[in-house]
């Protein structure tokens, strides 16, 4: 390596450093070398620059190098090394510095400096090189030599150069302190590693306060805005409260002024509007505590999980009961929103079939209701009807009956009966029959007066039959009141089919479950179903009547019961039918009077109401009845007439069998009274005018009829199907005497293929055959008539224009009565028709119509 001598040792690397050791060591082996071999040799100054061969130097080198890379493996060296490399710097300048003259030895000459002949010089120069060669062996693992053996060690090298003589150094002592050293060496690497481990240690407790630190600084900001969040719930609260004081406080100045009653809705109405404020607040405060769970310190997971649910279902109970509150208020619109978010999120965590959640479906459903939104309820209803993964059955039928709620409150007749029948159907699959019956009578009561179908019939058949294999003889057990009426309904509908000893049997078995009750209601019942069975003795066989005899006299007088008015008209219904089948016309006219203007005054039965008309019809027949009260019997019929126009207008498809059944059977009454009317009349023309109203009367009847001829025997309803025959009949009769001869013709045939074809009977038939005789005659007549006028008017035509009297013949001046001439031709005369009577009813006995088909 070459020389630097300006270059300083902490600008070198430590390879150069070691590379410039080797340099010196190598120099002054060589210089000393000379002077031990040859003494008397040309004194030279002593260059630690020249280069010369000392080959032991190279294997400390060579150490060295190896001590270099151990160094560079083992961190724990660094610090030996920076230290060593200041004392070699120190060597290093010293070396490097000009040799100054020196005092040498007492009693020597003074030498120049760095003279190999001068002991001091040369003592100099070997210590140097022990310093260097101490370092040395450090770097290579051996144990450096402390100063008193390194004194004692250059003394006797010094001394063996100048006295051979003098004793060695002592090995064993040397070898100890070797082994001591290494020791020293040892304890000082394991406190070095036992000062990384405590750094290290402190670094990860450095990381750990680091990260701890962090932690509070965002725990610490997390309180701080849960700090905001707590002051923004507590001003919500604060003005909740505010709110509800200044409310309270107008609302009894407001009431104060107003009346008692009113004053009490108001105040009840303010109370409801406050509670929903203040549940609305709770629910704000359990947001705010579920919100403030997290912060919570110390809590166990499964601790903090059950208090969250906790909170969850305190928040959604709040929201219901605010619901509650503002339904109360009367204030449905605004609860629609809280309602339908309520209930996803109850059905979302606790299920649809739960307590709360079906609770605040029906609120839900209701105010949907009440904001008309009846499609969105229906909706809802229907999903849960049709929802099969429901265990419920009970809740399912709950729904289907709120539907067939909401369709009867629509005006929908026909599909809440639909939907009672399907509620009913599913309970008795369930053997409920005791619900079932319930469901079964609202069926019936919904479309009162309607004819059963044949489905409905089976239904209240199965209820009944049911409730019976379940009855027992014990005194106790006895038919719950809508098992009871099931019966009844299934009797009435058995009787107007013609099926009397069913029917029979099935109304004396309501007749003996009503005995088994004590009331007025079910005295009143009994006395019904007992006058019912009376009603079917002429049809019975002698020995099925002879049981039913007795009856007569558990018929009670009526006492106006004190339940809800639909059903109190009901009731009084019921006893003017009563009372008119007992023949005490004039007690059933005063019944049914007022119970017929009491109904045209209710909402729920209005003029167009099938049961308002069927309370009418009665009434109207009950006059009827009554001997030279006609025109007060027709005046009746008439405002029941007029009560049926919308229906009468209505498209046939959009039409009940209810109301057509009211509009055939009441136009055949109706239709006799005013064509009895007309046939007393004297005067002809006002005759023919009068007859003009039934006429009006029995047309609309048989133009609404006749296309439910198949409807009336699919289902049967024979009884209705009778009217429209009679109906039908009247009709020809009319046109035959207004002389319309051809669509009387057309009409009485229709009658007789629909006698033939679903009524035949021989009498009947062989009335309507008489009747389209008649008309078929009157046609031909009318025919010829019109033949021979034309004819006249033809030959008229042909003779031209002649003047009057020109062509008159012998005798045609000749007054009438006198005879004409041979050949003179004869003008065919139109037989004057009669005035039409009504046919009189071949029964014997004729009940009350009704019509749901009860009757004759």
């Known amino acids: 390596m070459a020389h630097l001598p300006h270059q300083r040792a902490e600008n070198m690397e430590l390879e150069d450093v070691f590379a410039e050791l080797r340099t010196r060591l190598y120099d002054l082996g060589e210089a000393r070398t000379q002077i031990l071999v040859n003494p008397a040799a040309e004194p030279v100054q002593l260059s630690l620059y020249r280069h010369a061969g000392l080959r032991i130097t190279d294997a400390i080198v060579e150490l060295l190098r190896y001590r270099l890379l151990l160094a560079g493996e083992d961190g724990s060296l660094h610090d030996m090394a920076e230290v060593d490399r200041r004392i ?17 030895s007492s009693g020597k000459p003074t030498c120049a400096g760095g003279s190999p002949t001068c002991d001091t010089c040369r003592y100099s120069i070997v210590l140097i090189a022990s310093h260097l060669n101490n370092l040395a062996l450090g770097y290579t693992g051996f144990p450096r030599m402390r100063k008193g053996q390194f004194g004692q060690g250059q003394e006797s090298q010094s001394g063996q150069t100048v006295d051979s003589g003098q004793k060695q150094p002592d090995v064993e002592a040397v070898q100890e302190e070797l082994t001591l050293t290494r020791l020293e060496l040892a304890r000082a690497k394991e406190r070095i590693k036992g000062l990384d481990e405590t750094n290290t240690s402190t670094e990860k407790k450095l990381k750990t306060a680091l990260k701890d630190a962090r932690k509070n600084a965002d725990d610490l900001g997390k309180s701080r805005e849960h700090l905001g969040k707590m002051r923004t719930a507590y001003d919500r609260l604060t003005t909740t409260i505010k709110n509800c004081v200044k409310t309270l406080t107008f609302a009894k100045r407001s009431t104060d002024t107003a009346d008692k009653k009113g004053s009490e809705e108001a105040k009840k109405k303010v109370i409801w509007e406050v509670a929903a404020k203040q549940y609305d607040a709770l629910h704000g405060v359990a947001q705010f505590q579920m919100e403030s769970l997290a912060l919570e310190q110390g809590l166990e997971e499964d601790a903090a999980k059950r208090r969250q649910k906790t909170l969850e279902q305190e928040a959604l109970e709040y929201q219901h009961q605010r619901v509650k509150a503002l339904m109360k208020a009367d204030q449905y619109e605004e609860a629609e929103k809280t309602a339908k978010y309520t209930l996803e999120q109850r059905r979302s965590h606790l299920g649809k079939e739960d307590d709360g959640t079906i609770d605040i479906f029906r609120d839900y459903c209701e105010i ?4 008309k939104k009846a499609p969105v309820a229906e909706l809802e209803y ?3 009807w049709h929802d099969d993964g429901l265990k419920s059955a009970k809740f399912r039928c709950e729904a289907g009956t709120k539907l067939a709620r909401l369709k009867q409150r629509l005006n929908e007749d026909e599909e809440a009966a639909m939907w009672y029948r399907k509620v009913a159907d599913r309970q008795v699959a369930r053997r409920n029959v005791d619900v079932a019956a319930e469901s079964a009578m609202k069926m019936v009561t919904v479309q009162k007066s309607f004819q059963l179908t044949p489905a409905e019939a089976k239904m209240l058949k199965t209820i009944w039959e049911a409730a019976q294999k379940q009855q027992t003889n014990k005194p106790e057990d006895q038919l719950t009141n809508a098992v009871m009426s099931c019966g009844h309904e299934l009797g009435k509908h058995l009787s107007s089919v013609g099926q009397y000893t069913e029917a029979k049997d099935v109304l004396l078995g309501v007749w003996q479950a009503l005995g088994k009750h004590s009331g007025d209601e079910f005295v009143e019942k009994r006395a019904i179903v007992a006058l019912l069975l009376v009603s079917i003795i002429p049809q019975l066989a002698e020995g099925d009547a002879d049981e039913l005899e007795n009856l007569l006299t558990a018929v009670p007088e009526h006492e106006n019961s004190k339940g809800d008015k639909k059903l109190r008209l009901q009731y009084e219904h019921q006893l003017g039918c009563l009372q008119s089948r007992r023949g005490d016309h004039q007690k059933a006219e005063k019944t049914l009077k007022a119970a017929y203007e009491e109904a045209k005054g209710l909402r729920m039965d209005t003029r167009s109401n099938v049961f308002a008309i069927q309370i009418g019809f009665d ?27 919308p229906a009468r207008k209505q498209q046939d498809s959009a039409r009940s069998m209810a109301k057509t059944a009211a509009i055939l059977t009441t136009a055949r009454p109706y239709a006799e009274l005013l064509m009895e009317a007309a046939e007393s009349c004297r005067d002809e023309k006002e005759q023919k005018a009068a007859y003009q109203v039934p006429r009006k009367v029995l047309s609309e009847a048989w133009t609404v009829g006749k296309p439910r001829v198949r409807k009336l025997v699919e289902e049967p309803n024979w009884t209705t199907l009778t009217d429209l025959l009679w109906v039908g009949e009247l009709y020809g009769q009319c046109l035959i005497y207004l002389r319309v001869p051809s669509k009387a013709v057309e009409t009485l045939e229709e009658v007789l293929q629909i006698r033939k074809t679903w009524k035949p009977d021989a009498d009947e038939t062989a009335a309507t055959l008489a009747l389209l005789k008649e008309a078929r005659e009157n046609k031909h007549v009318q025919d010829n008539l019109k033949a021979a006028e034309k004819k006249t008017a033809g030959d008229q035509q042909a003779g031209g224009d002649k003047k009057p009297g020109e062509d008159k013949k012998p005798g045609e001046d000749k007054k009438p009565g006198e005879e004409k001439k041979p050949g003179e031709e004869k003008k065919p005369a139109q037989p004057k028709p009669k005035p039409p009577k009504p046919r009189k009813d071949s029964s014997i006995i004729r009940w009350v119509k009704y019509f749901a088909g009860i009757g004759h």
Do not use: H
């Open 88 to 104: 070699m710097n120190d060597l290093l300048d010293a070396l490097r510095a000009p040799w100054s003259r020196c005092s040498g």
């Open 368 to 371: 949907l209701e009440r904001i």
């Open 382 to 384: 229907l999903l849960i």
């Open 619 to 645: 009434y109207a027949d009950a006059i009827r009845s009554q001997p030279g009260r006609e025109t007060d019997a027709a005046a009746t019929f008439k405002d029941v007439w007029e009560a049926l126009s």
